[in-house]
């Protein structure tokens, strides 16, 4: 097979849910509300912690990150997919593909393990009470955020400069939403399964351990749950963590179908389905899924909304 001769400025073709579909029309009405949803979301939940002092607590500090994390990672793949939609143009350049997967595996990265700090916080909260703001005081939270954004940000550094250094072969079109590390090693013209496997090594270690650590977390707080006397502070957990949960099963279940699963059992349309739920789906329902069930949330958007407002 020839190697495609490719230079700085040339580019690729992302072959994504809008062209691959039998009613784009719809599926880009669908994409613009989900898009619109996070973003509304997203924005007000921000505005609420960062306003409400009352919410100004570990938690919700590592709340706003994810919320941020949520609004970023869309914001890199939905406005371009739907741009390339209406104006019928859907190539993207090699710089521009780096870039996007750079910021893709380092905002998915970085929320792979906020979610694992969050539950580290729930455990504290529930299960030592007493020490919680020794345990998770504000130097604490901060070194949470940073580590995850800066390991997320030298593993996706890393990943992205190796996987564009191979040649690309004759075919420039990705079928795929995003530029991402599985399709794209599909295009290369050298052995990568040597790189194949240190991407699961990697996806071992961004996905699995930090979901072993979750499952810890959430089993120390089930047993004492069980044991708490009142059964106020013992539904206020359950629906505390009920929400986190929820969160963690939407993110980790399609990121690591993505990059755990051996590249056999993938398919460019399974594929596609699974990103948009990662990129789009889950950063548009998180939000709804911790504020519509948090008192003190919904109370602060309240205050913060009524302040402005009158």
Sequence with gaps: MEHWNFTLGSGFIL???L???????????????????????NCLLLLAITMDARLHVPMYLLLRQLSLMDLLFMSVVTPKAFMDFLLSENT?????????????????GAEDLLLAFMAYDRYVA???PLNYMVLMRPRVCWLMVATSWVLASLSALGHTLYTMHFPFCMS???????????PLLKLACADTSRYEFMVYVTGVTFLL??????????????????????????????VTCSSHLTVVGMFYGPATFMYVLPSSLHSPKQDNIVSVFYTM??????PLIYSLRNKEVMGALRRVLGKYIL
Aim: aromatic fraction near 4%.
């Design 19 to 41: 062209n691959d579909s039998l009613s784009p029309e719809l599926i880009c009405a669908t994409v613009t509300v989900l898009y619109m949803l996070a973003l509304t979301s």
């Design 92 to 108: 993207i350049s090699f710089v521009g593909c780096a870039l996007q997967m750079f910021l893709a595996l380092t905002l998915g």
């Design 126 to 128: 529930i299960c030592h």
């Design 15 to 17: 072959m994504g849910i």
């Design 281 to 286: 789906v889950t950063p548009a329902l998180n």
């Design 172 to 182: 420039q079109e990705i079928s795929h939403l995003l530029c991402e590390i599985p």
């Design 209 to 238: 351990l930090p979901i072993s650590a979750i499952v810890s977390s959430y089993t120390l707080i089930l047993l004492t749950v069980l044991h708490m006397p009142s059964n106020e502070g013992r539904q206020k957990a359950l």
